[in-house]
DNA sequence: GACTTAATAAAATGTTTGTTTTATTATTAA
DNA sequence: TTAATAATAAAACAAACATTTTATTAAGTC
C-alpha cells in the first residue's frame, strides 16, 4: 500500500510539549520543532495540520501528561486534603530547576495576538479549576475544616489568584525559593 | 545649524508605552512603532539606538508614569494603609477595560530569549516591591495592626506573589471580576 | 515485477522581521 | 547666499518566518 512512518506520534508531542512550553506558540519557530521532533516540515504539516493547530494538540497532551495527574486527589475525594495535596504538587513543580510556568497562562501575558482556541482552552482550564477548589472548599466546609462563615466561591478565587501568582514565582530565583513558605501561610488561612 | 526634530521625545515614549505593554518586547515589530508614534525609522534609531534598547527606555517610562506613583503611599508612609492603597490601587487597575497585566512580569511567561538587561530591569522592581512591603508590615506591626507572631518577610512573599496572581487575574473576564473581592480578603487575611 | 499510495527529503515561495543606506529636506552660522 | 549640520523620507538589505511544492523513497497489492 503505502510507506510506512518513520515517527512516533506521541514521541512527537511529548517534545514538543517541551519546545512549546519552554518558548511559547510565538516565540517557537517550526523549524525549532523540525529540530526537535526529528520529522520533516512536510510530515510534520501532514499530521498536525499547521503551527496552530500543533500547538492546540501540545496544549491537550500537556493537560494530559500534568495537569490530570495534579487535578486528580480533587476529582476523586473533594475536601481540605485534596487541596492541600493539590497546592503541594503546583509548589514543588514551581521550584523544579527549569520551570518554565504554566503552558495555558503563558498565553495571557505579554502578547494580545493570541489566537481564540488557545484562550478558549487557557479558560476551559481555568473554569475547570475554579469548579474543583470550590467544590473541594464546599466539602472541606461541610467537615468542618473550615470555618462555616466563608464563602466557597469567593475561596476559591482567592486560592486561585495565588497559584496563578506561583505561576511567576516560580520563574524567577529570587522568589522560587519562597514558594513552600507562601503555599504554607496560604493553607493556614484557610482554616481562619 | 542643523534641521528642528518635529517630534517630542516624551510623547514619542507616552506612545511606544503603550504598544510595547499590550504586545510585548518580541510581539512589538519597528514598523508597528513607527506607525503609533509618528516618527519614522531612521529617527528612531537615531533617538533609541534599537528595538532592545528603545523598550528599556519604555520601561523606565512606565515605572516612571504607572508604577512610581502606586509605591508612593509605601514610600512616604510604611504601615497597613500604605499597603492597603497600594493593594487597592493594583486592584482597580487590574480591573480596568484594557488591562495588559504588568510590562514588566509579561517578561517572564511564554518567552525563555528576554534580554539580560530586561530580567535586571523586573528583578530590580521586585526587589523593590517586596522591600517596601516587608518595611510597611514591619511598621504594621509595630503598630499593633498585624499580629505580633507573624513574619514580616515572610509576609511579603506572600502579599507578593499574590499581587503577581494579581496581574494575571485581570487578564481574563472571568477573573476580573472576582478582584476586588481577592483583594479584600489578602487585606483582612493580614490582620490574623 | 509493475502499479499505487503515502511518507519523506529538499528546494522554493512569499512575507515579515530588524536594521542600514541613500537622497532629500530644513535649519543656522558664516 | 553659501556651507555645514542634522533630521527626515524612502528605498534597500539580509535573515527568519510559516507554508507549499517538487522529487524521491519505501511499502503493500495486483
Given at each position: ?114 489566537p481564540e482556541p488557545v484562550l478558549r ?72
Open positions: 500500500m503505502s510507506r510506512t512512518k518513520e515517527y512516533d506520534r506521541e514521541t512527537v508531542l511529548r517534545r514538543a510539549v517541551q519546545v512549546f512550553w519552554a518558548h511559547g506558540l510565538a516565540g517557537t519557530s517550526m523549524a525549532q520543532l523540525v529540530r526537535a521532533t526529528g520529522l520533516n516540515t512536510a510530515s510534520m504539516y501532514q499530521e498536525f495540520g499547521g503551527k496552530e493547530q500543533f500547538y492546540l494538540a501540545v496544549l491537550e497532551a500537556a493537560y494530559q501528561m500534568v495537569y490530570a495527574p495534579m487535578l486528580e486527589p480533587m476529582h476523586k475525594q473533594p475536601g481540605l486534603v485534596a487541596i492541600k495535596l493539590y497546592l503541594g504538587k503546583m509548589g514543588e513543580y514551581a521550584t523544579c530547576k527549569d520551570y518554565c510556568g504554566c503552558i495555558f497562562l503563558n498565553n495571557l501575558a505579554g502578547r494580545n495576538d493570541v482552552q487557557v479558560d476551559d482550564l481555568c473554569r475547570q479549576i475554579h469548579q474543583l477548589l470550590e467544590r473541594s472548599l464546599t466539602a472541606a466546609q461541610q467537615a468542618g475544616d473550615i470555618p462555616a462563615g466563608r464563602d466557597p466561591k469567593a475561596l476559591a478565587s482567592y486560592v486561585g489568584c495565588f497559584i496563578q501568582g506561583l505561576t511567576l514565582f516560580g520563574r524567577t530565583a529570587r522568589h522560587k525559593s519562597q514558594i513552600p513558605g507562601v503555599v504554607d501561610q496560604l493553607v493556614k488561612s484557610l482554616a481562619h
